[in-house]
């Protein structure tokens, strides 16, 4: 059985945002905008879109 993944894309720049910010962008592995990653639903992972709610947009 596989894990249930998202697609995660950074569409607005994270210059001018706070430092922890950037640090959640970086660890959901995002580099770029228009970058986009899957990674696996976990409460985690959900937090740390939560908190950059304004950066990115998710797909399931």
Not at 11 to 18: A, D, E, L, Q, R
Not at 46 to 60: K, Q, T
């Amino acid at each position: 059985m596989s894990a249930k993944t998202i697609k995660v894309t950074l569409v607005k720049s994270v210059i001018g945002t706070k430092q922890s910010h950037r640090a959640c962008v970086r660890g959901l592995g995002l580099k770029r905008i228009r970058h986009t990653v899957e990674v696996i639903d976990t409460p985690e992972v959900r937090g740390m879109i939560a908190r950059v709610y304004y950066l990115v947009s998710v797909s399931e």
